[in-house]
């Protein structure tokens, strides 16, 4: 497949433009390898989450600790590796193959370089980890996984950047049957090194963060190998990769990334923080939000591939020159978002506990999370028009007024709501969980108001 522009389209007359139907198929023939991608890291999580609490609680609590920790940084890493997307689909655009080789080149040591203060900032952190006042058991058996999982951040964030830079040259195939293969590659090092299978000794806890770093390395290895080999990318990717680099290569990057992590930034830490809130109120309230997070995040996957297939086309036609097609584009990608979240919000209102009790089998919590549920389906199709509202205006290099809109819908709007709401006046995690919508909402009006007044110039 080749790309949908070319040079030669870079003066076609406003008549040729592909319709509002091509332009859909054409972001959904994108969106759908990206959406698989998203629901197989989901996976990854959930096997790792059952393989380890099969070992026990307190490393159940280890690792659940861990991630945790790891998460920011890796939110950051998300947006700021996002950039690479957007420059090298600009670069596609205006079929300039040196321009996103340079793109790819600056992101990748990027990366690494991100994956090394992580791994030292967790080195350092490790002695005042009973400062979180977790249980002192499961503070005890964290460092090694913590460590393990802080080193296997490097070749993650690496093979980040090499499919963000596949996925911008509309080429996100391969990149997703690699990392399908690398998550069933983990599984199966994680019944090897858990349990101890095969000969091999029974590590626990400390296999499994062993089994996370190898299946990362493998990913990306397979990934830099197809990326050198491939006849249809070789052409934009980097033939010397230990090259000087430039000052300018690294602003450009960081000049689309910096505010693209602080907008996730705002957003995860106000969820974490609800979290924290809902935790003050009980057991109960926590686990039920737990289990109503968890399947209003899976459901959340399918907006956020097709607001990653938007960054693209957007910074591609961006590229082109054909600025005339954005509207479309963003129309199509807003349907996509409407169509699916009005089946989750279905989904979600009417099987709620159903859906609460695959979970768990406390009575209590099932009740307490199909409320949560009810309260999720009615943001739901919000949630799905402010990802990919933000998508299209990355893609068109509009990212520090987004941040800002988060940070006014989420911390200033949704958190003090919430607090009011959910701990003041007694509505519980409900209360909360309302406020959070109403965050979304405001947030999804102004983001959708700025991308369509944008995407228009």
């Not at 920790?69 to 090298?88: D, E, K, N, T």
């Not at 209360?431 to 991308?451: Q, Y």
Request: proline share 4%; net charge positive.
């Amino acid at each position: 497949m080749h790309s949908t522009l070319s040079p030669q389209t870079h003066s076609s007359s406003k008549h040729s433009w592909p319709s509002f139907g091509q332009e859909c198929r054409s972001t959904l023939k994108l969106a759908l390898p990206l959406v698989s991608g998203q629901l197989s890291q989901m996976l990854m999580g959930v096997a790792d989450t059952v393989m380890i609490g099969s070992v026990g609680v307190v490393s159940l609590g280890a690792s659940t600790f861990s991630n945790t920790l790891l998460a920011v940084p890796f939110v950051v890493g998300i947006g700021l590796l996002s950039s690479v997307s957007v420059r090298v689909s600009q670069a596609h655009g205006a079929a300039d193959p040196e321009e996103a080789r340079s793109a790819v080149r600056h992101g990748t040591w990027l990366a690494l370089s991100l994956g090394l203060l992580v791994v030292l900032g967790t080195s350092l952190l490790i002695p005042f980890l009973p400062l979180f006042q977790q249980p002192a058991e499961v503070v005890a058996r964290a460092p090694v996984y913590l460590l393990t999982c802080a080193i296997s951040l490097i070749p993650a964030l690496i093979t980040m950047v090499w499919k963000n830079h596949a996925d911008a040259l509309n080429r996100p195939w391969i990149p997703f049957w690699i990392l399908l293969g690398s998550v069933v590659f983990n599984v199966l090092l994680n019944w090897l090194w858990i349990h101890g299978k095969m000969g091999f000794p029974a590590l626990g806890l400390e296999g499994a963060g062993y089994a996370t770093l190898t299946a990362r390395i493998a990913g990306a290895a397979a990934l830099f190998v197809w990326l050198n080999k491939s006849q249809i990318v070789r052409e934009w990717t980097p033939i010397k990769w230990m090259v000087r680099c430039q000052k300018s290569g690294f602003t450009s990057l960081l000049q689309i990334g910096v505010p693209a992590s602080f907008h996730l930034l705002a957003e995860v830490t106000a969820f974490v923080t609800a979290s924290l809130m809902i935790g003050s109120l009980g057991v109960i309230p926590l686990a039920a939000h737990q289990v109503a997070i968890t399947c209003i995040g899976t459901a959340f996957m399918v907006p956020l591939g097709v607001a990653m297939a938007t960054t693209v086309r957007v910074g591609e036609i961006v590229g082109a020159q054909q600025r005339e097609r954005l509207h479309r584009v963003l129309a199509g990608s807003w349907l996509f978002a409407v169509l699916f979240m009005s089946v989750s919000m279905t989904v979600f209102f009417i099987f709620g506990q159903p859906l609460a009790a695959l979970f768990v089998n406390d009575a209590g919590v099932i009740q307490a999370a199909a409320a949560l549920l009810l309260v999720g389906s009615l943001f739901q199709l919000f949630d799905g028009l402010q990802v990919v509202s933000a998508a299209a205006l990355r893609g068109v290099d509009d990212v520090k007024v987004p941040a800002w809109i988060a940070v006014l819908s989420y911390w200033a709007i949704a958190l003090p709501l919430g607090w009011v709401l959910g701990l003041q006046m007694s509505w519980g995690a409900t209360g909360i969980w309302a406020a959070l919508a109403v965050g979304l909402a405001l947030a999804a009006v102004l983001l959708m108001w700025r991308a369509w007044r944008l995407l228009g110039k």
